[in-house]
């Protein structure tokens, strides 16, 4: 089974630092995704990634297969940016995919 | 559009009693998920439906059940609660279950068992 392990736990930020956040993984895999937990509790997927980089507004995420790590960087973070980020893989390409990390909660104060 | 919808968003049972989770996608998905969420732990699966028709077991499906109802329902039974059932429960879809496609989750249920 995939190990799927997220640094740091826990960080606390002010309002327009650079945040980054990491995510690596023990087994190689097809596809990583980065996902958003709010306060409230609801999931929203934020990115997939099998290579190289993507970017959405502030949000960047990185993949390195050779070195199994990813980062999600927010550029200017916001109070609102506050949630629980998940790094989750796909190993194979069984149905029952996914293994998730245990998420990393961001505070950004104002 | 709603995505995916569950009902109720908050339950507490006593020991012993049973109930049903329900889940609805309007997303014409074929693949459907059950997740339990625990402190200091990640998301870990239940039961998914690779599609309409079948179910097949998770990480951790003891205690559980599940009906695929029809392509748009995948509703989660606990039988006979225990405390250690007490979780967030999120139902999640996305379009076929062997891809890397996005899974779309709900809003969760926090269940506790007394």
């Known amino acids: 089974k995939n190990e799927v392990e997220q640094s740091p736990q826990n960080l606390t930020a002010q309002e327009g630092e650079f945040i980054t956040i990491n995510c690596s993984y023990s087994v190689g895999i097809s596809a990583l995704h980065w996902l958003q937990q709010h306060p409230g509790g609801g999931i929203v997927s934020l990115f997939m990634l099998s290579s190289g980089k993507k970017k959405h507004g502030r949000l960047i995420a990185t993949i390195n297969i050779q070195e199994k790590h990813s980062s999600l960087h927010i550029t200017a973070s916001h109070p609102r940016d506050s949630a629980v980020y998940i790094c989750a893989v796909r190993s194979g390409g069984g149905a029952d995919g996914l293994t998730f990390g245990k998420g990393t909660h961001l505070i950004i104060q104002p | 559009n709603a995505g995916v919808t569950q009902t109720p968003k908050f339950q507490v049972l006593k020991t012993g009693q049973s109930m049903t989770l329900q889940c609805a996608q309007d997303m014409n998905h074929n693949s459907m998920y059950w997740y339990r969420q625990d402190p200091g732990m990640g998301l870990r699966l239940i039961y998914y439906?690779?599609?309409?028709?079948?179910?097949d077991k998770g990480e951790v499906p003891n205690g559980y059940n599940v009906s695929r109802l029809n392509k748009r329902e995948f509703s989660l039974r606990l039988e006979s609660a225990a405390p250690s059932q007490t979780s967030v429960y999120f139902c999640?879809?996305?379009?076929?279950?062997?891809?890397?496609?996005?899974?779309?989750f709900g809003d969760g249920t926090r269940l506790s068992i007394l």
């Open positions: 999640a879809s996305s379009e076929w279950a062997n891809s890397n496609q996005p899974q779309h």
């Open positions: 439906s690779a599609s309409e028709g079948t179910t």
